[in-house]
């Protein structure tokens, strides 16, 4: 009887390290929103005929996948199709995660990078447009057809974004 209580202790012991050992994921941690943008980039939104053009999301899946600048290649860390391959990039299939950034936070962080992380900025390599083109591509993995509604202050149907001049509500 002895034998078998220690017994079981020592597997319940066992089990209960095992569980503690094994939520190392890569990096990703909880799902928080992001810091606020600062306020130089804060104005900063895609050109808003861009959301729905397929030729614009073809040349940022180009710079994306270092075929348009060798010195640029975001898949060698972020993945050919968003999942990661290096630890702790950001998994851009993460919904959840991603739709808690505005388009302009995207741009923020591509543009500067994220202190103390792998993640350099890019500005230096990158012209604007560029930049934007990334932020398409990106989008497609977790959110594709979606845009960023600035007056909503979140992502919307890109068909159903009325240009503000039309917009009547
Ligand atoms: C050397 C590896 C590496 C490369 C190359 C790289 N990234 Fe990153 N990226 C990271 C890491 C690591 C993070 C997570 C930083 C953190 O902990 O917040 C990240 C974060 C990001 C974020 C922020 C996501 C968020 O939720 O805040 C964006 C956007 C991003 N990367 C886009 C890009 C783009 C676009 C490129 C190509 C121009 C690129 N990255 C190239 C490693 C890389």
Redesign the pocket.
Known sequence: MEIRRAFLRAALVMSVGMLGGCDGDG?EGPIVP?PPTPAEYADKHMPAEWWSDPSKMEEGRK??LGEANPD???A???GKDGRPV?????DFRNAE??K??SDS??FW??AE??PN????G?KS??SEED?WR??LF?RSFALPGKAWSEEKKQWVEASGLAPASADTE
């Open positions: 990096g992001p710079v994306y640029v290649n975001c060698s860390c972020h290096k630890a702790g990039a950001r995660r991603m808690l950034s936070a995207w962080r591509i990078g994220v992380t792998k993640m350099k890019w390599k990158l930049i990334l932020v990106e």
